[in-house]
């Protein structure tokens, strides 16, 4: 059974930084392409980063491109999220993502999720 678990979460302000991690179980993580995505109160979930296999190059949304770091440590199965600077309208729940690792794309058609992690940022 595939497992996603987020954390890392919390009620931050305005230019303080987070660490998300997410947590994998129940299929090869090394041979999944990985993501974060997240939605905010009344907005539809949007891509924010993603990554195939350690080494390659990352692909961010241009909102976050320069302050937001996804990384991956596939001995320990985990994904992570390093978030600077963080603004009030990065204010959202956080999922990570996960489909194999040759499927195309970065931004769609991810098979697995997790439940999410809240992330508010006050101002």
């Known amino acids: 059974q595939v497992q996603l678990v987020e954390s890392g979460g919390g009620l931050v302000q305005a230019g303080d930084s987070l660490r998300l991690s997410c947590a994998a179980s129940g299929f090869p993580f090394n041979r999944q392409a990985m993501a974060w995505f997240r939605q905010a109160p009344g907005k539809e979930r949007e891509f924010v980063a993603a990554?195939?296999?350690?080494?390659?190059?990352?692909y961010y949304a241009d909102s976050v491109k320069g302050r937001f770091t996804i990384s991956r440590d596939d001995a320990k199965n985990t994904l992570y999220l390093q978030m600077n600077s963080l603004k009030p309208e990065d204010t959202a729940v956080y999922y990570c993502a996960a489909k194999p690792i040759i499927a195309n794309g970065y931004i769609s058609e991810y098979d697995y999720w997790g439940q999410g992690t809240q992330v508010t940022v006050s101002s």
């Open positions: 990554i195939k296999w350690i080494g390659s190059a990352p």
